[in-house]
Nanobody, 115 residues
Framework: QVQLVESGGGLVQAGGSLRLSCAASGRIFRINTMAWFRQAPGKQRDLVASFTSGGSTNYADSVKGRFTISRDNAKNMVYLQMNNLNPEDTAVYYC?????????WGQGTQVTVSS
């Protein structure tokens, strides 16, 4: 069974930074895509940042220039460095991976940004 486990969420003041980590474990042959989504209360789950299968990155307009996604293929990990956070970034952040032709989700980690 493949599992994704996020860590690094928490409470931070506006203008601060957080780094989220996600580790994929279990029987894994190949991970094609890894990404971060977020879901604020009462809203849909939206893409924040992702790697394509070709290795390029994609960001939501609202986080461009502030967030950086990175990946360690050897460790099956993906990271999200979040800088200059604002209250609108408050949400549960979910790790996503397309592993061996199946979509996998983490349990989510709460990020709360106070004004």
């Amino acid at each position: 069974q493949v599992q994704l486990v996020e860590s690094g969420g928490g409470l931070v003041q506006a203008g601060g930074s957080l780094r989220l980590s996600c580790a994929a474990s279990g029987r894994i042959f190949r991970i094609n895509t890894m990404a971060w989504f977020r879901q604020a209360p009462g809203k849909q789950r939206d893409l924040v940042a992702s790697f394509t299968s070709g290795g390029s990155t994609n960001y939501a307009d609202s986080v461009k220039g502030r967030f950086t996604i990175s990946r360690d293929n050897a460790k099956n990990m993906v990271y999200l460095q979040m800088n200059n956070l604002n209250p609108e970034d408050t949400a549960v952040y979910y790790c996503y991976a397309f592993v061996d032709n199946l979509s996998r989700w983490g349990q989510g980690t709460q990020v709360t940004v106070s004004s």
